[in-house]
């Protein structure tokens, strides 16, 4: 069961906040949040894994929810740079198992 | 340090055809994944491949298949091509199988099934 992202789709102004959600109907033992801009191969931004530690990027932050089963992406100050489709990726079963992701969101910024 | 290869870029093929498309990893990865994308879908679970030996893979029939080879490298192959596989083709490649592990991905192929 692949992970749901809400919104599907966000337009903000440059210098706006954003914040992407992704719900997962079973235990989540890591979330995996990726940036693909158009045209383009998908890039990492970052790991969350259960127990708190969170390894990636240094300008966007995101949060894990083990109880409810989810984790938010906030993109603060948004850049025009930030536009793209975002993805984020839970694994298929058990820790070990596949990454599985979610439909993406996409995200424009108007300047 | 190069990143993912994937070729061919752009692809045009017939209903009925098969095709094989391929994926060079970065340098020392050995764990190698593909992906699906069509619109409104994401990114679709293929296969991941580690070592040569097929570790997972996702729900697609049959047709879809693929391998690695001692160097890391990969291919998959859709025989019977349909109109819906058309798609932007990915792979990924990631040092372990560590579902912990940052994956980078190739810039895809690009089917187009007429």
């Known amino acids: 069961q692949q992970p749901v992202q809400s919104p599907q789709a966000v337009i903000l102004r440059e210098g706006e906040d954003a914040v992407i959600n992704c719900s997962s109907s079973k235990a989540l033992y890591s979330v995996h949040w990726y940036r693909q801009k158009h045209g383009e191969a998908p890039v990492f931004l970052m790991i969350?894994?259960?127990?708190?530690e969170q390894k990636g990027h240094e300008k966007i932050s995101a949060s894990f929810n083990e109880k409810k089963q989810q984790s938010s992406l906030y993109l603060t100050a948004s850049q025009l740079s930030y536009s793209g489709t975002y993805f984020c990726?839970?694994?298929?079963?058990?820790?070990?198992?596949?990454?599985?992701f979610g439909k993406g969101t996409r995200l424009h910024i108007l300047p | 340090k190069a990143g993912v290869t994937q070729t061919p870029r752009y692809l045009i093929k017939t209903r009925g055809q098969q095709v094989t498309l391929s994926c060079s990893p970065i340098?020392?990865?050995?764990?190698v994944s593909w992906y699906q994308q069509t619109p409104g879908q994401g990114l679709q679970f293929l296969f991941e491949?580690?070592?040569?030996?097929?570790?997972n893979k996702g729900n697609f029939p049959g047709r879809f298949s693929g391998r690695q080879f001692s160097n890391s490298r990969s291919e998959m192959n859709v025989s019977t091509l349909e109109l819906g596989d058309s798609a932007l083709y990915l792979c990924?490649?990631?040092?372990?199988?560590?579902?912990?592990?940052?994956?980078?991905f190739g810039q895809g192929t690009r089917l187009t099934v007429v």
């Open positions: 990924a490649s990631s040092a372990w199988a560590n579902t912990n592990t940052e994956a980078f």
């Open positions: 340098s020392g990865h050995r764990s």
């Open positions: 969350l894994l259960k127990g708190g």
């Open positions: 491949y580690f070592s040569e030996t097929q570790r």
């Open positions: 990726g839970t694994p298929r079963g058990n820790r070990d198992d596949k990454i599985i």
